[in-house]
């Protein structure tokens, strides 16, 4: 993509480079996405542990549940995983699996870091829906917990209003949903392109 020209000026470049970003389905078992989902486990485990016990989540615990949740629930035929990348680099991630034959849950939603702020967590999100109607979902739920504040403020902007639970899981502490209906306001439009563990904090 070439790069947007900007009228040189107090406080302005004279060039600056628009991110490039794709989004297409991969493995979950695949190496981008193996390395995104363990920088994920490892972000909202260590913010969990470090908010109720001070300390960051203990190594063989972490190694443990990363690697019993390897995303077979986000595979073919039921589900689906998007990678993220940005100029080619993988930035992050967003999966939906079939609860039931019209309704899609979205699940790992992440970027990394130094990705964020840059448009692609709406990016994922409206790709991740458009691979839930794919599936044949007309609905779309999630969980969150309570201190993932950015993660709610994004749901919340894209669309999502909070409902009952749907699920019992010990860390959700908000659910959402909305209606992937047509006419319903995508969350962003997407560019060409075994059920979660009880003991993982997310």
């Known amino acids: 993509m070439p790069p947007k020209r900007l009228r040189p000026g107090p406080g302005f470049p004279r060039q600056w480079t628009v991110p490039a970003w794709t989004v297409a389905p991969e493995a979950p078992d ?3 996405a193996a390395a995104l989902w363990r920088a994920y486990y490892t972000e909202v485990s260590d913010r969990w542990y470090l908010l109720h016990e001070g300390r960051r989540t203990d190594p063989a615990e972490l190694e443990r549940e990363i690697a019993a949740e390897r995303g077979a629930d986000l595979a073919a035929p039921r589900g689906r995983l998007l990678v993220a990348r940005c100029d080619g680099e993988p930035a992050g991630t967003a999966g939906v699996r079939l609860l039931d034959a019209a309704t899609a849950e979205l699940k790992r939603v992440f970027l990394l870091p130094a990705m964020r702020g840059r448009g692609g967590a709406a990016l994922l999100v409206g790709a991740a829906e458009q691979a839930a109607r794919e599936l044949g979902a ?3 739920v999630l969980d969150t917990r309570g201190d993932l504040v950015e993660a709610r403020a994004l749901y919340a902007r894209l669309g999502y209003a909070e409902t009952e639970p749907h ?7 908000h659910w959402y949903g909305r209606s992937l209906s047509r006419t319903a306001s995508p969350a962003a439009v997407p560019p060409a392109v075994p059920a979660p563990s009880r003991t993982a904090p997310r």
């Open 167 to 173: 699920n019992d899981d010990v860390y959700a502490e």
């Open 138 to 140: 007309r609905r779309m």
């Open 30 to 32: 695949s190496p981008a």
